[in-house]
């Protein structure tokens, strides 16, 4: 299936897993258009992807500003005049020394405005392009740490990570993820959350698989078929468990 002549807007891909996400997606064929806060960083990655031959641009995006958002939405429709994938990256964890008890809740306000909300005012304002798209897709960027059967007590796999905020906020992504797809069925668009597992980024400290192994899953999900899946949570082996 071609993907010619389609476009994708990718938030926070001005590097790791996002930009890789957005240089995929543009190998593909698609014209890819990356969200950024900042315009040099926006441009510098747009312009590393033409470099390569690809089709990149930018637009300047803050998820936590509703009429950041709102505008990012009225220049897709001036300049492109459809969107066909949305991927919403961009995501922030500021708890990483503390514990529950502990937890900060300024710091989690502001990780739920990005990470929740902002996801939400993405979504809620680009939904109209996205309803005119043959095929609409919708990739929420989640993690395993988000799913209560992996980090849930004593013998999950993931019950080692006690990061409240931003743990709990990729556990409301996947909720989000759910709900938007039960409103969106029966619809062309699809929607569904990436588990791209520890990668090597600034968000992780470095640690982990490389950004193009964790971007696999997202454009699997960003690519998918008409009789591909919705309203689920998956990593690069398949399904995970809420």
Same mark, same amino acid.
Request: proline share 5%.
């Given at each position: 299936m071609t993907?010619a %002549?389609?476009?994708a807007?990718?938030?926070?891909?001005? !590097?790791g897993?996002?930009?890789?996400i957005?240089?995929g997606?543009?190998e @593909?064929?698609?014209r890819v258009v990356?969200?950024?806060r900042?315009?040099? /960083? %926006? *441009?510098?990655?747009?312009?590393?992807?033409c470099?390569?031959?690809?089709?990149? @641009? #930018?637009?300047?995006?803050d998820?936590t500003?509703r009429?950041s958002? *709102?505008?990012?939405a009225?220049?897709?429709?001036?300049?492109?005049?459809r969107?066909?994938?949305l991927v919403n990256?961009a995501?922030?964890s500021?708890d990483k @020394? &503390?514990?529950p /008890?502990?937890a900060?809740?300024?710091e989690m306000?502001?990780? #739920?405005?990005?990470?929740v909300f902002?996801?939400v005012?993405v979504i *809620? /304002?680009m939904? +109209?392009l996205?309803?005119q798209?043959d !095929?609409g897709?919708?990739?929420?960027?989640s993690?395993?740490?988000? &799913? $209560?059967a $992996?980090t !849930?007590? +004593?013998?999950?796999p993931?019950?080692?990570? !006690?990061?409240?905020? #931003?743990? /709990?906020s990729?556990?409301a992504?996947?909720?989000?993820?759910v *709900?938007?797809?039960?409103e969106l069925a029966g619809? +062309?668009?699809?929607?569904?959350?990436?588990?791209p %597992?520890?990668?090597?980024t600034?968000?992780?400290?470095?640690k982990?698989?490389s950004p193009?192994a964790?971007a696999?899953v997202?454009? &699997?999900?960003?690519? $998918?078929d008409?009789?591909?899946p919705?309203?689920?949570l998956f990593?690069?082996g398949?399904p995970? +468990?809420?």
């Amino acid at each position: 299936m071609t993907e010619a %002549g389609r476009v994708a807007l990718v938030t926070g891909a001005t !590097r790791g897993i996002g930009f890789e996400i957005a240089r995929g997606l543009a190998e @593909h064929g698609m014209r890819v258009v990356i969200g950024a806060r900042d315009p040099a /960083s %926006g *441009q510098k990655a747009a312009k590393a992807l033409c470099d390569r031959g690809l089709d990149a @641009h #930018y637009v300047i995006i803050d998820v936590t500003d509703r009429a950041s958002v *709102q505008a990012a939405a009225a220049v897709l429709v001036d300049r492109f005049k459809r969107l066909d994938v949305l991927v919403n990256n961009a995501g922030i964890s500021l708890d990483k @020394h &503390s514990l529950p /008890s502990t937890a900060d809740l300024d710091e989690m306000r502001r990780v #739920y405005e990005t990470n929740v909300f902002g996801v939400v005012a993405v979504i *809620q /304002s680009m939904l +109209p392009l996205l309803r005119q798209s043959d !095929r609409g897709r919708i990739v929420n960027m989640s993690t395993g740490l988000g &799913s $209560l059967a $992996l980090t !849930r007590g +004593p013998d999950g796999p993931m019950a080692f990570s !006690r990061l409240l905020a #931003y743990n /709990s906020s990729k556990t409301a992504l996947n909720a989000v993820t759910v *709900q938007f797809a039960n409103e969106l069925a029966g619809t +062309p668009i699809k929607i569904n959350a990436a588990n791209p %597992g520890l990668c090597a980024t600034e968000l992780s400290g470095g640690k982990g698989q490389s950004p193009v192994a964790g971007a696999k899953v997202a454009l &699997s999900l960003a690519l $998918l078929d008409a009789d591909g899946p919705t309203g689920g949570l998956f990593g690069e082996g398949g399904p995970v +468990p809420w």
